[in-house]
C-alpha cells in the first residue's frame, strides 16, 4: 500500500507541481507527501524530480515514470469504480471545477448536501475563471458558462443564463449612457474584460435586429476573476458583461443599472462537462443527476 500511495503522490506532484499541492490535493501533510516521493525515488533507485526556483519538474526518469504512472492510477481509479457500481454504493473522491461566479454562488452551497446523502464520496471542488483542460489537470468534470468545442467531451446541459451589460449609476453619469452597441467604441467606454492567457473573451456579441454583432470593446484595465470585474463595476469603474444571477441583488438594490437592454449579449449555456466514459462511474452519474437537478432549482431563485 505504501508504494501504490506513493505513486499517487507522485503522479499529483508531477500535475500540481509542488510537493504541497499534490500531498493537500491528496489530504497528505507536505512532510508526509515529501516521505513518499523519498520512498519511491529510494525503491526505483532514480531521482524522480527536480526543484527550480518556481516549481518541481520530472527529471528524464521521472517523465517516463510518470506517463506509466498516470495509466496505472487511472486504471486502479477505474477498477475502484467498477466495484463500486456493481456493490451499487458510489465512493471515491470526485475532482469538479467551475467559474468563480456560479462556483460560488450555486456549485459549492450544493456539494455539502450531495455528500450527505453520499457519505463515502469526497468531493474537490477547484474554483477558477480561467479555461481549465479535463484530461491534463485530471479532472473527472467541469461546470461551464458558454458553448464548448472539444468534441471528445459530453455537455449536460442544465440552463440557459441571460446575460446582461450593466455598470453603476455614478460611471454612466459621468462617461453618459450608450443607447445602441456601437456607442461602446465610440464614447471610448472602459469595458471591463475577463482575461488571462489564450482567453477567448477579447470581444463581446450582442443582439440586435440585424443579428448577432461583434464588438472588440477594450479598457483600461481587465482580471482573470469574474467578482474582480464586478466589484470594479460596483466601484463606477466601467460597464462589465455578467451573467444575471450574478447581478440580481445589485440591480435590485440600484447599485447597478442595465446597460443596452434592447441589444443584450448572447445568452451563456450553464452545463457540466466531462469524459463520456465518465458516466460508468456511479459516483459521477450521481452527482451529475443530483446537480443538474438542484443547480437549476438554485438559478431560479435568483
Given at each position: 500500500m505504501p508504494y501504490l500511495e506513493s505513486i499517487q503522490?507522485?503522479?499529483?506532484?508531477?500535475?500540481?507541481?509542488?510537493?504541497?499541492?499534490?500531498?493537500?490535493?491528496l489530504r497528505l501533510t507536505p512532510a508526509v507527501a515529501s516521505?513518499?516521493?523519498?520512498?519511491?525515488?529510494?525503491?526505483?533507485?532514480?531521482?524522480?524530480?527536480?526543484?527550480?526556483?518556481?516549481k518541481l519538474v520530472p527529471t528524464e526518469a521521472g517523465r517516463l515514470f510518470y506517463e506509466h504512472a498516470r495509466s496505472v492510477?487511472?486504471?486502479?481509479n477505474d477498477a475502484?469504480?467498477?466495484?463500486?457500481?456493481?456493490?451499487?454504493?458510489?465512493?471515491?473522491?470526485?475532482?469538479v471545477t467551475a467559474p468563480l461566479g456560479v462556483g460560488r454562488r450555486v456549485i459549492a452551497p450544493l456539494v455539502p448536501r450531495f455528500c450527505d446523502?453520499?457519505?463515502e464520496v469526497d468531493v474537490?471542488?477547484?474554483?477558477?475563471?480561467?479555461?481549465?483542460?479535463?484530461?491534463?489537470d485530471e479532472l473527472d468534470l467541469a461546470f461551464v458558462l458558454g458553448t464548448p468545442q472539444n468534441s471528445a467531451l459530453t455537455l449536460r446541459k442544465i440552463a440557459d443564463c441571460p446575460r446582461l451589460l450593466c455598470a453603476a449609476?455614478?460611471?454612466?453619469?459621468?462617461?453618459g449612457t450608450p443607447l445602441v452597441p456601437q456607442d461602446l467604441l465610440d464614447q471610448g467606454h472602459n469595458c471591463l474584460l475577463l482575461r488571462y492567457p489564450r482567453s477567448p473573451e477579447y470581444f463581446w456579441v450582442l443582439e440586435t435586429p440585424q443579428g448577432p454583432q461583434k464588438l472588440e470593446v477594450s479598457g483600461r484595465y481587465d482580471a482573470d476573476e469574474g467578482d474582480v470585474l464586478l466589484n470594479w463595476a460596483l466601484d463606477g469603474r466601467g460597464i462589465v458583461m455578467k451573467p444575471l444571477f450574478e447581478v440580481a441583488r445589485h440591480l435590485d438594490s440600484g447599485a447597478l443599472v442595465p446597460v443596452l437592454e434592447q441589444?443584450?449579449?448572447?445568452?451563456?449555456?450553464?452545463?457540466?462537462?466531462?469524459?463520456?466514459r465518465k458516466l460508468q462511474d456511479p459516483k459521477i452519474q450521481r452527482f451529475i443527476d443530483f446537480m443538474q437537478r438542484h443547480c437549476r432549482a438554485a438559478l431560479e431563485t435568483f
Amino acid at each position: 500500500m505504501p508504494y501504490l500511495e506513493s505513486i499517487q503522490v507522485f503522479v499529483r506532484v508531477v500535475e500540481l507541481g509542488s510537493i504541497t499541492s499534490g500531498g493537500r490535493d491528496l489530504r497528505l501533510t507536505p512532510a508526509v507527501a515529501s516521505k513518499r516521493i523519498k520512498e519511491l525515488e529510494t525503491r526505483l533507485g532514480t531521482r524522480l524530480l527536480n526543484r527550480t526556483t518556481r516549481k518541481l519538474v520530472p527529471t528524464e526518469a521521472g517523465r517516463l515514470f510518470y506517463e506509466h504512472a498516470r495509466s496505472v492510477v487511472s486504471a486502479l481509479n477505474d477498477a475502484e469504480a467498477s466495484l463500486a457500481g456493481f456493490e451499487g454504493r458510489p465512493r471515491g473522491t470526485i475532482r469538479v471545477t467551475a467559474p468563480l461566479g456560479v462556483g460560488r454562488r450555486v456549485i459549492a452551497p450544493l456539494v455539502p448536501r450531495f455528500c450527505d446523502l453520499f457519505p463515502e464520496v469526497d468531493v474537490r471542488l477547484r474554483l477558477s475563471d480561467r479555461r481549465v483542460d479535463l484530461f491534463e489537470d485530471e479532472l473527472d468534470l467541469a461546470f461551464v458558462l458558454g458553448t464548448p468545442q472539444n468534441s471528445a467531451l459530453t455537455l449536460r446541459k442544465i440552463a440557459d443564463c441571460p446575460r446582461l451589460l450593466c455598470a453603476a449609476p455614478e460611471y454612466l453619469a459621468r462617461q453618459g449612457t450608450p443607447l445602441v452597441p456601437q456607442d461602446l467604441l465610440d464614447q471610448g467606454h472602459n469595458c471591463l474584460l475577463l482575461r488571462y492567457p489564450r482567453s477567448p473573451e477579447y470581444f463581446w456579441v450582442l443582439e440586435t435586429p440585424q443579428g448577432p454583432q461583434k464588438l472588440e470593446v477594450s479598457g483600461r484595465y481587465d482580471a482573470d476573476e469574474g467578482d474582480v470585474l464586478l466589484n470594479w463595476a460596483l466601484d463606477g469603474r466601467g460597464i462589465v458583461m455578467k451573467p444575471l444571477f450574478e447581478v440580481a441583488r445589485h440591480l435590485d438594490s440600484g447599485a447597478l443599472v442595465p446597460v443596452l437592454e434592447q441589444t443584450p449579449p448572447l445568452p451563456a449555456v450553464f452545463g457540466c462537462l466531462y469524459p463520456h466514459r465518465k458516466l460508468q462511474d456511479p459516483k459521477i452519474q450521481r452527482f451529475i443527476d443530483f446537480m443538474q437537478r438542484h443547480c437549476r432549482a438554485a438559478l431560479e431563485t435568483f
